[in-house]
């Protein structure tokens, strides 16, 4: 707020610097304007000095004073009427100068200092400012230490299992899947740790479960029949591959031997009751839903525009995967064909279609 009203007191004296030369009022006289007023005073003047000397005669001087006077009027009535005329035009442009400087300075002030200025800092108290700024270094310190480390001792398996998820909270999946890979090769399989790097695979596909995913997911389920992530993430794969009745009877299964209040409990009721089975809700389990209705929509919205408008070989390969995910694999199919038509010319986009449909099973895979 402080820093607002300092912003307002410096507009304003910018302001004011800009009208108060406008606002000050000139003693301008008729005299003043033309010269010519003063000159026939003086000639009258001289006049006088000369009949009281005795050069004019008294009708002499009496004619010349006269002629001098009329010379005068006639001045000082031009004079008056430049004056008037003058007034208005002046009048008009200090109006207008002062408008313009009332709105235009505010505007370019705040126009400048929104591109070349720190607005968000009035957003955000500088304290919390310092603070996030301190966090976010902290944390590229840190990785950047572990990451001198792990390149000077590649074999450090809890280094690596450490940064993973550090990487996965700054975006970095890919990263973290090549250092969830590392941990299991220096540490060796685990449930927990296959399960884990499953996972950033599926993160990094789009929430699609791959063929190499699933089988990371299989091997985890044998060191750990009750992994819920690694249950949780075949059951997906299953429902993904059009497997509904094995995807139900392990969402099901799953959702039995969950204890009360598992975090992954709702997501588990929200599939099975996407495959048309209403489960039972715990009365505790207050979790938030995760709806597919936003989804949906916008899988079909890039349906639509594609059927109509046409696109990329990958917006075509990411509608292919989007139905895959959502276990729609007859649309997924239908889709990939319609690709296979809509790119018959481009060979580069033709190989990419064909690629999708071979890594989501779309060749072999029976819906």
Do not use: C
Not at 110 to 125: I, K, M, Q, R, W
Not at 146 to 170: F, K, S
Not at 182 to 206: I, Q, T, Y
Not at 277 to 305: C, F, H, K, T
Request: proline share 5%; charged share 25%; net charge negative.
């Amino acid at each position: 707020m402080v820093i607002w009203i300092i912003l307002l007191l410096m507009t304003a004296a910018a302001v004011m610097a800009v009208l108060w030369p406008l606002s000050r009022h000139r003693a301008i006289t008729a005299e003043q304007l033309d010269p010519d007023t003063q000159f026939y005073r003086e000639q009258i003047a001289e006049i006088e000095r000369d009949r009281e000397r005795g050069v004019l005669q008294a009708s002499e001087a009496e004619a010349a004073r006269t002629e001098a006077a009329r010379r005068l009027l006639r001045a000082t009535g031009m004079t008056a009427n430049a004056f008037t005329n003058l007034g208005e035009p002046a009048l008009r442009r200090r109006r207008a100068a002062s408008t313009l400087a009332l709105s235009a300075i505010p505007i370019i002030a705040l126009a400048l200092y929104g591109a070349y200025g720190s607005p968000h800092l009035l957003t955000h108290p500088p304290k919390e400012q310092a603070q996030a700024q301190g966090e976010r270094l902290d944390l590229l310190a840190a990785v950047s230490q572990i990451e001198t480390h792990l390149a000077q001792n590649p074999q450090d398996g809890r280094g690596w299992e450490v940064v993973a998820p550090v990487y996965l909270r700054m975006g970095r999946v890919e990263d973290a899947v090549k250092a969830y890979e590392a941990a299991v090769r220096s540490l060796g399989p685990s449930a927990d740790r296959l399960s884990n790097w499953a996972e950033v695979m599926v993160l990094a596909k789009d929430g699609l479960v791959s063929s190499e995913a699933q089988k990371i997911f299989e091997q985890a389920v044998k060191l750990d029949k009750s992994s819920p992530k690694a249950r949780y993430y075949l059951a997906v794969a299953a429902e993904q591959d059009g497997q509904m009745d094995k995807a139900k009877q392990a969402y099901s299964e799953l959702l039995a031997e969950s204890p009360e209040g598992a975090p992954w409990a709702n997501v588990v009721r929200q599939r099975l009751a996407g495959l048309g089975v209403e489960p039972p809700v715990a009365e505790q389990d207050n979790a938030p839903q995760i709806g597919a209705g936003d989804i949906a929509r916008m899988v079909s919205g890039l349906a639509e525009r594609l059927e109509t408008q046409g696109g990329s070989p990958d917006e075509w390969a990411r509608l292919i995967r989007s139905y895959a995910v959502l276990g729609q694999r007859d649309k997924a199919k239908a889709t990939a064909e319609r690709a296979r038509q809509a790119l018959a010319q481009d060979e580069a986009g033709l190989k990419t279609v064909d690629a999708m449909a071979r890594e989501l099973k779309l060749t072999d895979a029976e819906p």
